[in-house]
């Protein structure tokens, strides 16, 4: 029922147990899925870095500053997996360190033209940026794989309804182990595997 994207209310009544114990269950496998997901190693070779935000309430401002919404970095390598992760805030002193630890030195990086990876250019890495207010790609350089990816995750979420603010990291995780593993069969093979 998890891999078949079903809600734990959903599984709960076509499995015939309590809605409580399908939600306890689903939460279990969210939190084995975030401790394996942080422990892959780091990407190298081509990569896009963006931040993006959830939640929040829809009126008002959007993006950078809106009120009540939950900032978050990723992570993607080109052609490969993502890497997500709730930050407190999307300062550069939150952000070069994540990237250090998850990114290999010599890397090429593709970001957007946001402050906060100024550092980039200084750091060991081979830094491109897009300037969106102008253009969303040009050749190689561009964001669009990340972008996909806050895309998916923002539609797959939409199914809950609203999440609570401290279990959100778990509901990320899971959105990126749909992105990384995009084949059902090989996600309920990967999930055996977690759980045994």
């Given amino acids: 029922m998890f891999v078949a994207a079903a809600t734990a209310r959903t599984a709960s009544e076509l499995v015939g147990v309590h809605r409580n114990t399908a939600i306890l269950f689903y939460h279990k496998l969210r939190e084995k899925l975030a401790a394996k997901l942080d422990d892959e190693s ?9 931040e993006s935000y959830f939640g929040g309430v829809r009126k008002g401002k959007r993006g950078r500053g809106a009120a009540g919404k939950v900032p978050v970095f990723g992570i993607l390598k080109r052609g490969g ?13 939150t952000l070069i360190p994540l990237i ?17 990876y100024d550092l980039i250019d200084v750091t060991k890495f081979h ?19 990340i972008e996909n990816f806050w895309n998916q995750a923002k539609r797959h979420l939409r199914i809950y309804n609203g999440i609570p603010k401290k279990h959100f990291p778990l509901f990320l995780k899971e959105c990126e ?14 999930l055996k595997k977690l759980i045994t």
Avoid at 81 to 93: G, R
Avoid at 108 to 115: A, G, Q, R
Avoid at 137 to 144: F, G, M, P, W, Y
Avoid at 177 to 190: C, D, G, H, M, T
């Fill in 127 to 145: 830094h491109y940026r897009i300037n969106h207010s102008t253009h969303f790609a040009n050749a190689k350089n561009h964001i669009n794989g």
């Fill in 81 to 93: 997996k993502v890497y997500t992760k709730v930050i407190p805030d999307a300062s550069a002193s």
């Fill in 177 to 190: 182990f749909r992105f990384n593993i995009p084949s059902p069969k090989k996600q309920l093979s990967f």
């Fill in 42 to 50: 780091p990407f190298s070779g081509e990569v896009e870095i963006d």
């Fill in 100 to 116: 250090e630890r998850k990114v290999r030195p010599d890397s090429i990086v593709y970001s957007d033209c946001f402050k906060a």
